[in-house]
């Protein structure tokens, strides 16, 4: 039997199962998780166990976003994703250079293969289902458009191309996400799409 938790009164309770949640009458704004869940979630915000008690589903629009250091923090995982890929690739054309001339010219092409390798591991995440690369994946942000809908791989290449302005800028597109209520960069802006996290993170 599956088990819940609620904030009362501002603390945890539980567990409950689903038959004494529907004696409280809990009301959608009321805080619940299911057992296994990361984190509290408004009633009215999940789908199932909002129409079993009776509540209104509502989805709300993202409230809490990524800052800069936690979004720089997952593009330097990214490229150590992109750079241990490269080392395998490199191995393996390594094993078959028969000179030191042609193992040098590899390593040189390798400092233009990691960069677009990043690239695409940017947009073939954060257009999946988990609208995340394997940086924000692991820090638990993802991408999405301005009301958190998924992206899709189509405007999720259009923002990563996008992120030329923030370099042609010298970084100030980076660093306008300073001065931003919903901490989007210039390639943001351009994709209009946000950067977020859950409420506990």
Same mark, same amino acid.
């Given at each position: +039997?599956?088990a ?8 945890? %309770?539980?567990p409950f %199962? ?6 409280m009458?809990?009301?959608?704004t ?7 869940? #990361?984190?509290?979630k408004?009633?009215r915000e999940i789908p199932?166990? %909002?129409v079993? $008690?009776?509540? !209104?589903?509502e ?6 976003? @990524?800052? *800069? #250091? ?6 330097? &995982?990214?490229?150590?994703?992109a750079f @241990?890929?490269y080392?395998? &690739? =490199?191995?393996?054309?390594? +094993?078959?250079?028969?000179?030191? $001339? ?5 390593? *040189?092409?390798g ?6 390798l990043?690239f +695409?591991?940017n947009v *073939?995440?954060?257009? %999946?289902?988990k609208n =995340?690369?394997p ?8 991408v999405?458009d301005? /009301? ?6 189509g /405007?999720?290449l259009? /923002?990563?191309?996008?992120k030329?302005?923030?370099? !042609? ?12 209520r ?6 943001d802006?351009?994709a209009?799409?946000l950067?977020i996290?859950? /409420?506990?993170i």
């Open positions: +039997m599956t819940y938790y609620i904030i009362q009164q501002g603390k945890p %309770s539980g %199962s689903l038959t004494q949640l529907k004696e009458h809990l009301t959608g009321d805080f619940i998780k299911e057992e296994g869940w #990361d984190d509290y408004e009633l199932d166990l %909002s079993e $008690l009776g509540v !209104l589903y989805r709300t629009l993202p409230q809490y976003y @990524a800052t *800069l #250091d936690i979004r720089l923090l997952a593009a330097a &995982i990214d490229y150590f994703f @241990a890929i080392c395998m &690739i =490199a191995f393996a054309y390594l +094993m078959l250079a028969s000179e030191k $001339l042609e193992q040098g010219q590899l390593l *040189l092409f400092l233009i293969l990691v960069p677009v990043k +695409m591991l *073939l995440g954060e257009g %999946s289902a =995340a690369s940086g924000k994946l692991l820090l638990q942000i993802k999405t301005t /009301r958190g809908n998924p992206i899709g791989f /405007r999720a259009w /923002r990563n191309v996008a030329l302005t923030c370099i !042609l800028t010298l970084g100030v597109g980076y660093l306008a996400g300073f001065l931003d919903k901490q989007q960069c210039f390639h802006k351009l209009k799409t950067v996290k859950g /409420r506990l």
